[in-house]
C-alpha cells in the first residue's frame, strides 16, 4: 500500500498564501516523480507541479504565473506545494501523486499524462 498523505489546506483570502505538504514512505519517494494534481467543483482534475524527488528538477504547467512553487524534502520525504497571491480560482482540492517504479513516463510528460498513486486530497478554499 503506497502512503501519501496531504496537509496543510484550508481557506484563505484571496491574495492570501498556502503551503501544502504531502509525506511519502521511502519506497514511492526516492529518486521518482511525484507532484500536484487540483480539482475544482465540477471540473476535471489538472496538473499543478510535478518534480523529481532525485534532483529536484521542477515542472510546471503553463498557467501558474509564477505563484506556485513544487519543492521536496529529502530528509523528511516529503513534497510541498507553496502557493501565493492566491485567487478564488485556485478553490480545489488539491491532490499529490506518485509515479510507479516501474513506469517509463518522464516525469515533465506526467502533467499530462498524470500520477499513478494518489492522496485523499487536501481543499483548499480562496474567499473572501
Known amino acids: 500500500q503506497v502512503r501519501l498523505e496531504e496537509s496543510g489546506g484550508g481557506s484563505v483570502q484571496p491574495g492570501g498564501s498556502l503551503t501544502l505538504t504531502c509525506a511519502a514512505d521511502?519506497?514511492?519517494?526516492?529518486?521518482?516523480?511525484m507532484g500536484w494534481f487540483r480539482q475544482a467543483p465540477g471540473k476535471e482534475r489538472e496538473a499543478v507541479a510535478t518534480i523529481y524527488t532525485g534532483d529536484g528538477k521542477a515542472y510546471y504547467t503553463e498557467s501558474r504565473e509564477d505563484r506556485i512553487v513544487i519543492s521536496r524534502d529529502n530528509g523528511r520525504k516529503l513534497i510541498e506545494l507553496h502557493m501565493n497571491r492566491l485567487k478564488p480560482e485556485d478553490t480545489a482540492i488539491y491532490y499529490c501523486g506518485a509515479r510507479r517504479r516501474d513506469s517509463s513516463v518522464l516525469c515533465g510528460e506526467s502533467l499530462v499524462r498524470g500520477l499513478d498513486y494518489w492522496g485523499r486530497g487536501t481543499q483548499v478554499t480562496v474567499s473572501s
Open positions: 521511502y519506497r514511492i519517494y526516492d529518486n521518482n516523480c
